[in-house]
């Protein structure tokens, strides 16, 4: 065959317009993205009590294989108290991390309320919380969400 066959086949095998190149990032396997969402802003008066949001999103296009965390960690005179079952406070109470099981869908969540309670006689003030997210066992994240750790404000009022 002279170089117009090879050219005619060259052309069948990859079609009209293709190319003979390696497979790109785009034929990749779909992974999971795991995005952390809470409260920016939590207001609680001296004494009282109040919750703390989080929302954890796989905006990917696979389910996430590992468990996933949702945790929060306060500042001194606020504590977590009255977790949801699947929570689980820290020493001191200044710090909670709350566990999901594997295999959180495409455009779903994972959602927990942390029930907060401010120090009677804390003065009123500006402080800020930490709200953290991603995939880990225990009270360790070993791979953050996108977002993670996400400051809030905690507003205490006289």
Same mark, same amino acid.
């Given at each position: 065959?002279?170089?117009?066959?090879?050219? /005619?086949?060259?052309? $069948? %095998?990859?079609?009209? +317009? #293709?190319?003979?190149?390696?497979a790109t990032a785009a034929s990749a396997a779909p992974k999971p993205k795991l995005v952390l969402a /809470?409260?920016?802003? $939590? %207001?609680?008066?001296? +004494? #009282?009590?109040?919750v703390v949001h989080e929302e954890l999103w796989n905006l990917g296009k696979a389910p996430e294989s590992a468990p996933v965390l949702l945790g929060v960690h306060?500042?001194? +005179?606020?504590?977590v108290t009255n977790l949801p079952a699947e929570c689980t406070p820290l020493p001191f109470g200044h710090t909670a991390f709350?566990?999901?099981?594997?295999?959180?869908?495409? +455009?779903?969540?994972?959602?927990?309320?942390?029930?907060i309670a401010v120090a009677h006689g804390l003065?009123?003030?500006?402080?800020?919380?930490?709200?953290?997210?991603g995939t880990?066992?225990?009270?360790?994240?070993?791979?953050?969400?996108?977002?993670?750790?996400?400051k809030f404000l905690l507003a205490v009022l006289p």
């Open positions: 065959m002279g170089g117009r066959g090879w050219r /005619a086949v060259l052309a $069948v %095998a990859l079609g009209v +317009g #293709g190319a003979l190149v390696p /809470a409260s920016p802003l $939590v %207001a609680v008066r001296t +004494g #009282g009590r109040s306060l500042p001194p +005179g606020v504590f709350c566990h999901f099981p594997a295999g959180l869908r495409p +455009g779903h969540a994972d959602r927990v309320d942390i029930p003065p009123p003030a500006l402080l800020s919380g930490q709200a953290v997210g880990g066992t225990g009270s360790t994240v070993t791979k953050d969400a996108w977002g993670s750790p996400d």
